[in-house]
């Protein structure tokens, strides 16, 4: 049983079962509230953590850099690293525990306001997570072609590495703003489906 089937059994229930039908439903809201915040405490875990490798690793890199260009590059997506720390930790953690005493229109908008703020974040990746790494691979690839030129490499190869990253950038940036948006967007819609009364008043709970 899907949830919208579960949240529609809740809801469709004898009078005398309102009250229990209305706590269980209140139960499972806060659930889905618990649920959703790991999934993004786990999701922040794992991006900081690879964050601090990138940083990590592009440091050493650009003190071996060929060039200034090369250099300044490598540089740029270490700092990458440490502003996606921040923006992951400033922007992209949820919002405040609610209360377990609140009753489910809290926890109902709660959730909803979660999804927001994850929705919005994933639409603007393009910016904050994926420009500043790609800027300076783009100034690493130019220091590598200078280096080559001056020592008469061919350069064709150098536009290997671009057109790789470039296409797994774009990959990542359609699927945050695509398949993942969509899916947290049909996730908020069934949030947005519950009705206040279980007993079936008519009421709902749309803002």
């Not at 890199?61 to 720390?85: E, K, M, P």
């Not at 921040?86 to 489910?104: E, I, K, T």
């Not at 639409?123 to 001056?150: C, E, F, Q, R």
Request: contains cysteine; charged residues 20%; glycine residues 4%.
């Amino acid at each position: 049983m899907d949830v919208k089937d579960e949240l529609r059994d809740l809801w469709c229930s004898q009078p005398d079962e309102v009250s229990a039908k209305k706590e269980e439903l209140v139960e499972l809201v806060q659930n889905k509230t618990m649920q959703f915040d790991r999934r993004i405490f786990r999701r922040n875990l794992r991006e900081c953590l690879a964050a601090v490798a990138v940083t990590a690793l592009f440091t050493w890199a650009a003190f071996h850099a060929l060039n200034a260009l090369q250099q300044t590059g490598l540089l740029i997506v270490a700092a990458s690293g440490l502003w996606i720390i921040f923006f992951l930790l400033r922007y992209g953690r949820a919002s405040a525990p609610v209360d377990p005493d609140q009753d489910m229109s809290v926890y109902r908008r709660a959730l909803v306001e979660r999804y927001d703020q994850q929705i919005e974040l994933l639409k603007s990746v393009k910016y904050w997570y994926l420009l500043p790494p790609w800027i300076g691979l783009v100034l690493n690839t130019a220091g590598l072609m200078l280096s080559h030129a001056h020592v008469g490499s061919p350069l064709w190869p150098d536009f290997i590495a671009p057109a790789i990253y470039s296409a797994i950038f774009a990959f990542v940036w359609w699927l945050n703003e695509g398949p993942t948006v969509a899916r947290l967007r049909a996730e908020r819609a069934r949030v947005l489906a519950l009705v206040d009364d279980p007993a079936g008043s008519g009421g709902s709970i749309e803002d």
